[in-house]
Protein backbone atom coordinates (compact mmCIF):
# COMPACT_ATOMS: atom_id res chain seq x y z
CA UNK A 1 0.00 0.00 0.00
CA UNK A 2 1.25 2.85 -0.87
CA UNK A 3 1.89 5.60 1.87
CA UNK A 4 -0.93 8.47 1.78
CA UNK A 5 0.83 11.04 4.89
CA UNK A 6 0.57 13.53 1.94
CA UNK A 7 -2.37 12.80 0.52
CA UNK A 8 -4.62 15.67 -0.62
CA UNK A 9 -1.85 18.23 0.47
CA UNK A 10 -1.01 21.77 -1.65
CA UNK A 11 -2.21 24.66 -2.10
CA UNK A 12 -5.46 23.63 -4.03
CA UNK A 13 -6.48 20.74 -1.73
CA UNK A 14 -5.65 23.99 0.98
CA UNK A 15 -8.13 26.34 -0.98
CA UNK A 16 -10.69 23.35 -1.10
CA UNK A 17 -10.45 23.12 2.57
CA UNK A 18 -10.42 26.56 3.23
CA UNK A 19 -13.50 26.78 0.96
CA UNK A 20 -14.60 23.85 3.18
CA UNK A 21 -14.55 25.74 6.48
CA UNK A 22 -16.13 29.16 6.32
CA UNK A 23 -18.96 27.34 4.42
CA UNK A 24 -19.51 25.13 7.25
CA UNK A 25 -18.75 27.82 9.94
CA UNK A 26 -21.38 30.53 7.96
CA UNK A 27 -23.90 27.30 7.90
CA UNK A 28 -23.19 26.81 11.81
CA UNK A 29 -23.89 29.84 12.56
CA UNK A 30 -27.37 29.93 10.79
CA UNK A 31 -28.77 27.35 12.73
CA UNK A 32 -30.52 28.40 15.94
CA UNK A 33 -29.33 26.47 19.66
CA UNK A 34 -31.29 23.58 18.91
CA UNK A 35 -30.49 23.28 15.32
CA UNK A 36 -27.18 23.02 16.32
CA UNK A 37 -27.08 20.74 18.99
CA UNK A 38 -28.67 17.93 16.29
CA UNK A 39 -26.04 19.30 13.15
CA UNK A 40 -23.11 19.17 15.12
CA UNK A 41 -21.38 15.75 16.38
CA UNK A 42 -18.06 15.41 18.07
CA UNK A 43 -15.45 14.29 15.96
CA UNK A 44 -14.12 11.71 18.74
CA UNK A 45 -17.50 9.94 18.37
CA UNK A 46 -15.96 7.51 15.66
CA UNK A 47 -18.48 4.99 15.99
CA UNK A 48 -20.98 7.91 14.43
CA UNK A 49 -18.69 9.30 12.05
CA UNK A 50 -17.83 6.48 10.43
CA UNK A 51 -21.34 5.42 10.35
CA UNK A 52 -22.55 5.99 6.74
CA UNK A 53 -25.34 4.76 4.84
CA UNK A 54 -27.11 4.77 1.49
CA UNK A 55 -30.55 3.53 2.15
CA UNK A 56 -33.55 5.89 2.71
CA UNK A 57 -33.20 5.77 6.75
CA UNK A 58 -33.60 8.36 9.17
CA UNK A 59 -29.44 9.65 10.22
CA UNK A 60 -27.96 12.11 12.97
CA UNK A 61 -27.63 15.49 11.51
CA UNK A 62 -30.29 18.21 10.24
CA UNK A 63 -32.12 17.40 7.64
CA UNK A 64 -32.69 19.73 4.74
CA UNK A 65 -36.21 19.92 5.65
CA UNK A 66 -35.70 21.16 8.85
CA UNK A 67 -33.96 24.24 7.34
CA UNK A 68 -35.15 27.78 6.66
CA UNK A 69 -34.44 28.28 3.08
CA UNK A 70 -31.28 30.43 3.83
CA UNK A 71 -30.08 28.04 6.30
CA UNK A 72 -30.29 25.39 3.30
CA UNK A 73 -28.51 27.27 0.69
CA UNK A 74 -25.41 27.64 3.17
CA UNK A 75 -25.76 23.72 3.87
CA UNK A 76 -25.38 23.20 0.24
CA UNK A 77 -22.67 25.66 -0.18
CA UNK A 78 -20.60 23.14 1.84
CA UNK A 79 -22.16 20.29 0.00
CA UNK A 80 -20.92 22.53 -3.28
CA UNK A 81 -17.38 22.67 -1.40
CA UNK A 82 -16.86 19.37 -1.65
CA UNK A 83 -17.81 18.43 -5.21
CA UNK A 84 -16.57 20.02 -8.76
CA UNK A 85 -19.55 21.24 -11.05
CA UNK A 86 -20.08 18.42 -12.13
CA UNK A 87 -20.75 16.65 -8.98
CA UNK A 88 -22.83 18.75 -7.71
CA UNK A 89 -25.42 18.86 -10.18
CA UNK A 90 -25.58 14.92 -10.15
CA UNK A 91 -26.20 15.40 -6.47
CA UNK A 92 -28.74 17.59 -7.34
CA UNK A 93 -30.19 15.74 -9.66
CA UNK A 94 -30.23 12.24 -7.53
CA UNK A 95 -31.95 13.84 -4.63
CA UNK A 96 -34.79 15.51 -7.04
CA UNK A 97 -35.55 12.24 -8.77
CA UNK A 98 -36.46 11.08 -5.25
CA UNK A 99 -40.07 12.53 -6.27
CA UNK A 100 -40.12 10.43 -9.65
CA UNK A 101 -39.04 7.51 -7.29
CA UNK A 102 -42.00 7.58 -5.06
CA UNK A 103 -44.28 8.21 -8.06
CA UNK A 104 -42.61 4.94 -9.57
CA UNK A 105 -43.76 2.93 -5.74
CA UNK A 106 -47.42 4.14 -6.11
CA UNK A 107 -46.59 6.39 -2.96
CA UNK A 108 -46.73 3.55 -1.04
CA UNK A 109 -43.16 4.11 1.32
CA UNK A 110 -44.37 6.27 4.58
CA UNK A 111 -41.94 8.26 6.66
CA UNK A 112 -38.92 8.35 6.02
CA UNK A 113 -40.54 8.63 2.19
CA UNK A 114 -38.52 9.67 -0.92
CA UNK A 115 -38.51 13.68 -0.06
CA UNK A 116 -35.63 15.41 -2.01
CA UNK A 117 -35.34 17.38 1.25
CA UNK A 118 -34.38 14.26 3.48
CA UNK A 119 -30.98 14.56 3.01
CA UNK A 120 -28.77 15.53 6.45
CA UNK A 121 -25.66 17.41 6.87
CA UNK A 122 -23.65 16.56 9.95
CA UNK A 123 -20.63 18.11 10.97
CA UNK A 124 -17.94 16.36 13.28
CA UNK A 125 -16.24 18.90 15.80
CA UNK A 126 -15.68 22.54 14.54
CA UNK A 127 -14.25 23.59 11.92
CA UNK A 128 -10.85 25.18 12.69
CA UNK A 129 -7.69 25.34 10.75
CA UNK A 130 -5.30 23.27 13.01
CA UNK A 131 -7.53 20.65 14.50
CA UNK A 132 -9.34 17.60 13.48
CA UNK A 133 -12.74 17.91 11.72
CA UNK A 134 -15.15 16.77 9.17
CA UNK A 135 -18.74 16.62 7.53
CA UNK A 136 -21.06 14.25 5.93
CA UNK A 137 -24.06 14.91 3.68
CA UNK A 138 -25.85 11.95 3.26
CA UNK A 139 -29.74 10.89 2.47
CA UNK A 140 -30.68 7.93 -0.36
CA UNK A 141 -28.55 7.50 -2.58
CA UNK A 142 -25.55 9.93 -1.50
CA UNK A 143 -22.95 9.73 0.88
CA UNK A 144 -20.18 12.40 1.31
CA UNK A 145 -17.52 11.69 3.96
CA UNK A 146 -14.71 14.65 4.45
CA UNK A 147 -12.36 14.18 7.30
CA UNK A 148 -10.22 17.26 7.66
CA UNK A 149 -6.73 17.76 9.77
CA UNK A 150 -4.76 20.54 10.36
CA UNK A 151 -5.89 22.30 7.43
CA UNK A 152 -5.57 19.88 5.34
CA UNK A 153 -7.82 17.26 3.94
CA UNK A 154 -6.99 13.61 5.03
CA UNK A 155 -10.09 11.91 3.74
CA UNK A 156 -13.09 12.74 1.18
CA UNK A 157 -14.42 8.27 0.92
CA UNK A 158 -16.19 6.99 1.05
CA UNK A 159 -18.00 8.79 -2.07
CA UNK A 160 -21.22 7.49 -2.79
CA UNK A 161 -23.63 8.12 -5.50
CA UNK A 162 -26.71 6.13 -6.69
CA UNK A 163 -29.82 6.17 -8.43
CA UNK A 164 -33.17 4.84 -8.81
CA UNK A 165 -34.13 4.89 -11.65
CA UNK A 166 -31.15 5.30 -13.13
CA UNK A 167 -32.80 5.51 -16.70
CA UNK A 168 -35.88 7.80 -16.57
CA UNK A 169 -38.13 8.49 -19.78
CA UNK A 170 -38.57 12.07 -20.38
CA UNK A 171 -39.96 11.77 -23.84
CA UNK A 172 -39.85 9.13 -26.74
CA UNK A 173 -36.54 10.87 -27.76
CA UNK A 174 -34.71 11.81 -24.11
CA UNK A 175 -33.95 10.05 -20.92
CA UNK A 176 -32.65 11.46 -17.35
CA UNK A 177 -29.73 9.50 -16.62
CA UNK A 178 -27.66 11.01 -13.91
CA UNK A 179 -25.18 8.27 -13.73
CA UNK A 180 -25.08 7.29 -17.16
CA UNK A 181 -21.22 7.99 -17.33
CA UNK A 182 -20.24 4.88 -15.13
CA UNK A 183 -22.91 2.40 -16.45
CA UNK A 184 -22.44 3.16 -20.46
CA UNK A 185 -18.45 3.54 -20.45
CA UNK A 186 -18.36 0.06 -18.40
CA UNK A 187 -20.01 -1.52 -20.98
CA UNK A 188 -17.81 -0.34 -23.33
CA UNK A 189 -15.36 -1.42 -22.09
CA UNK A 190 -16.24 -5.06 -21.58
CA UNK A 191 -17.70 -5.47 -25.41
CA UNK A 192 -14.24 -4.60 -26.46
CA UNK A 193 -12.57 -7.67 -24.90
CA UNK A 194 -12.02 -10.19 -27.18
CA UNK A 195 -12.97 -13.96 -25.54
CA UNK A 196 -10.09 -14.47 -24.03
CA UNK A 197 -9.74 -10.92 -21.98
CA UNK A 198 -13.54 -10.93 -21.67
CA UNK A 199 -13.07 -14.47 -19.62
CA UNK A 200 -10.11 -12.67 -17.39
CA UNK A 201 -12.28 -10.20 -16.76
CA UNK A 202 -15.54 -12.36 -15.85
CA UNK A 203 -15.17 -13.05 -11.86
CA UNK A 204 -18.86 -14.66 -11.75
CA UNK A 205 -21.39 -15.19 -14.75
CA UNK A 206 -24.12 -13.13 -11.86
CA UNK A 207 -23.76 -10.03 -10.42
CA UNK A 208 -24.48 -9.83 -6.40
CA UNK A 209 -27.25 -8.65 -4.97
CA UNK A 210 -25.05 -5.00 -3.97
CA UNK A 211 -22.19 -4.02 -3.95
CA UNK A 212 -20.30 -6.69 -1.85
CA UNK A 213 -18.50 -4.09 0.71
CA UNK A 214 -22.17 -2.42 1.84
CA UNK A 215 -21.65 0.05 3.91
CA UNK A 216 -19.34 -1.33 6.14
CA UNK A 217 -17.03 1.19 8.02
CA UNK A 218 -13.98 -0.49 6.74
CA UNK A 219 -12.73 -2.51 3.98
CA UNK A 220 -11.85 -5.93 5.42
CA UNK A 221 -10.44 -8.83 3.41
CA UNK A 222 -13.38 -11.55 1.91
CA UNK A 223 -16.05 -9.47 2.50
CA UNK A 224 -19.38 -10.35 0.41
CA UNK A 225 -21.59 -8.33 2.77
CA UNK A 226 -25.67 -8.97 2.24
CA UNK A 227 -27.93 -6.59 3.08
CA UNK A 228 -30.13 -7.37 5.67
CA UNK A 229 -33.60 -7.56 4.03
CA UNK A 230 -32.16 -10.01 1.90
CA UNK A 231 -32.83 -13.69 1.87
CA UNK A 232 -29.12 -14.34 2.17
CA UNK A 233 -26.01 -15.54 0.09
CA UNK A 234 -26.96 -18.91 -0.15
CA UNK A 235 -30.09 -18.15 -1.47
CA UNK A 236 -28.95 -15.84 -4.08
CA UNK A 237 -26.20 -18.42 -4.97
CA UNK A 238 -28.76 -21.06 -5.28
CA UNK A 239 -30.97 -19.10 -7.69
CA UNK A 240 -28.51 -18.08 -9.97
CA UNK A 241 -26.70 -21.75 -10.43
CA UNK A 242 -23.49 -20.77 -9.19
CA UNK A 243 -20.83 -22.67 -7.23
CA UNK A 244 -18.94 -21.59 -3.87
CA UNK A 245 -15.61 -20.24 -6.29
CA UNK A 246 -17.97 -17.65 -8.14
CA UNK A 247 -18.70 -16.47 -4.80
CA UNK A 248 -15.22 -16.48 -3.80
CA UNK A 249 -14.29 -14.74 -6.70
CA UNK A 250 -16.64 -12.00 -5.70
CA UNK A 251 -15.73 -11.28 -2.47
CA UNK A 252 -13.45 -8.52 -1.75
CA UNK A 253 -9.79 -9.40 -1.52
CA UNK A 254 -6.81 -6.93 -1.40
CA UNK A 255 -5.41 -8.82 -4.31
CA UNK A 256 -7.62 -7.57 -7.22
CA UNK A 257 -9.39 -9.80 -9.57
CA UNK A 258 -10.40 -10.04 -13.43
CA UNK A 259 -7.68 -8.16 -16.29
CA UNK A 260 -5.02 -6.00 -15.12
CA UNK A 261 -4.78 -2.86 -17.25
CA UNK A 262 -1.37 -3.66 -18.61
CA UNK A 263 -2.73 -6.67 -20.61
CA UNK A 264 -5.26 -4.14 -22.50
CA UNK A 265 -5.26 -2.35 -25.60
CA UNK A 266 -4.72 1.11 -25.69
CA UNK A 267 -7.70 2.20 -26.83
CA UNK A 268 -9.25 0.09 -23.72
CA UNK A 269 -6.50 1.50 -21.24
CA UNK A 270 -7.98 4.87 -22.27
CA UNK A 271 -11.50 3.82 -22.03
CA UNK A 272 -10.87 2.32 -18.28
CA UNK A 273 -9.16 5.81 -17.65
CA UNK A 274 -11.94 7.65 -18.54
CA UNK A 275 -14.25 5.11 -16.07
CA UNK A 276 -12.52 5.97 -13.39
CA UNK A 277 -12.43 9.54 -14.46
CA UNK A 278 -15.91 9.49 -14.05
CA UNK A 279 -15.51 8.37 -9.77
CA UNK A 280 -12.82 10.88 -9.26
CA UNK A 281 -13.93 14.34 -11.27
CA UNK A 282 -16.96 14.30 -8.82
CA UNK A 283 -14.51 15.67 -6.77
CA UNK A 284 -13.90 19.11 -6.32
CA UNK A 285 -11.09 19.75 -9.22
CA UNK A 286 -8.04 20.26 -7.28
CA UNK A 287 -8.94 17.50 -5.37
CA UNK A 288 -9.38 15.17 -8.55
CA UNK A 289 -5.62 16.45 -9.71
CA UNK A 290 -4.01 15.48 -6.66
CA UNK A 291 -5.66 11.49 -7.30
CA UNK A 292 -4.66 11.56 -10.59
CA UNK A 293 -1.19 12.25 -9.66
CA UNK A 294 -1.69 9.49 -6.92
CA UNK A 295 -2.68 7.16 -9.08
CA UNK A 296 0.17 7.96 -11.58
CA UNK A 297 2.69 7.16 -8.65
CA UNK A 298 0.80 3.68 -7.79
CA UNK A 299 1.20 2.28 -11.28
CA UNK A 300 -2.08 2.62 -13.59
CA UNK A 301 -0.66 -0.44 -15.40
CA UNK A 302 -1.79 -2.60 -11.92
CA UNK A 303 -4.99 -1.78 -11.85
CA UNK A 304 -7.08 -4.44 -12.50
CA UNK A 305 -11.27 -4.58 -13.87
CA UNK A 306 -13.28 -7.25 -12.68
CA UNK A 307 -16.76 -7.70 -14.17
CA UNK A 308 -20.06 -10.11 -13.16
CA UNK A 309 -23.09 -10.61 -15.06
CA UNK A 310 -25.11 -9.44 -18.27
CA UNK A 311 -23.65 -7.19 -20.94
CA UNK A 312 -27.11 -6.14 -22.54
CA UNK A 313 -29.13 -2.88 -20.55
CA UNK A 314 -31.70 -4.24 -18.07
CA UNK A 315 -29.70 -7.05 -17.58
CA UNK A 316 -28.04 -7.26 -13.80
CA UNK A 317 -24.70 -6.47 -13.63
CA UNK A 318 -21.75 -5.63 -11.33
CA UNK A 319 -18.10 -4.28 -11.55
CA UNK A 320 -14.81 -3.14 -9.41
CA UNK A 321 -11.95 -1.24 -10.38
CA UNK A 322 -8.82 -2.22 -8.05
CA UNK A 323 -5.56 0.05 -7.35
CA UNK A 324 -3.43 0.04 -4.93
CA UNK A 325 -4.65 2.45 -3.14
CA UNK A 326 -8.61 2.62 -4.26
CA UNK A 327 -11.12 0.27 -4.66
CA UNK A 328 -14.20 1.54 -6.82
CA UNK A 329 -17.93 -0.74 -6.99
CA UNK A 330 -20.78 -0.41 -8.71
CA UNK A 331 -23.90 -2.59 -9.11
CA UNK A 332 -27.00 -1.94 -11.51
CA UNK A 333 -29.21 -5.84 -10.44
CA UNK A 334 -32.14 -3.63 -8.63
CA UNK A 335 -35.69 -2.70 -10.24
CA UNK A 336 -34.91 -4.61 -13.09
CA UNK A 337 -31.23 -3.60 -13.49
CA UNK A 338 -32.73 0.08 -13.41
CA UNK A 339 -31.08 0.85 -9.89
CA UNK A 340 -27.29 2.31 -9.78
CA UNK A 341 -25.24 2.57 -6.49
CA UNK A 342 -21.41 3.57 -7.38
CA UNK A 343 -18.71 4.22 -4.86
CA UNK A 344 -15.37 5.50 -4.69
CA UNK A 345 -13.26 3.96 -1.36
CA UNK A 346 -9.67 3.96 0.11
CA UNK A 347 -8.88 0.72 1.76
CA UNK A 348 -6.13 2.34 4.02
CA UNK A 349 -7.62 5.68 4.58
CA UNK A 350 -11.38 5.83 4.13
CA UNK A 351 -12.42 8.51 6.83
CA UNK A 352 -8.79 9.12 7.54
CA UNK A 353 -8.10 5.73 9.23
CA UNK A 354 -4.65 5.18 8.88
CA UNK A 355 -3.41 9.24 8.75
CA UNK A 356 -5.34 10.10 11.65
CA UNK A 357 -3.14 7.22 13.53
CA UNK A 358 -0.43 8.99 12.54
CA UNK A 359 -1.79 12.63 13.48
CA UNK A 360 -2.15 10.97 17.13
CA UNK A 361 0.94 9.45 17.30
CA UNK A 362 2.77 12.92 16.77
CA UNK A 363 0.61 14.83 18.80
CA UNK A 364 0.09 12.32 21.76
Given amino acids: MT ?34 HRAVVPFADKEERTNWHYT ?87 SLNFTIAD ?49 TATISPAAPPDNVLYNLPEIVEGTFHVPANHPGLNV ?22 GICRSRM ?22 LAEIEWHHLGESGLDGIHFAWAGGLEKRQGHYYRIQGSRFVCEYDNTQNDANHIHSVWRDPANDFGKDILAHHYAHHH
Avoid at 167 to 191: Q, T
Avoid at 240 to 246: F, R, V
Avoid at 269 to 286: T, V
Fill in 236 to 257: WKDAHGLDDEHVQALRYSDTPR
Fill in 151 to 199: GKIISPTPMFFGSNPADASLSPAAALRPLAGVEDLARELVRSFDEEALT
Fill in 56 to 142: PILRKGLSLSEMGFPQRQKALQLVNAGLSRTGFVTASTVMGIESALDMLEDWERTHPGRDPQLYFLTVFGSPDEKGLWGWRFEGHHI
Fill in 3 to 36: NTIDTLTGAGAQTVVRRMGEAAAAFLASLSIDQK
Fill in 265 to 286: NGDQQELLLALIGEYIHRMPDE
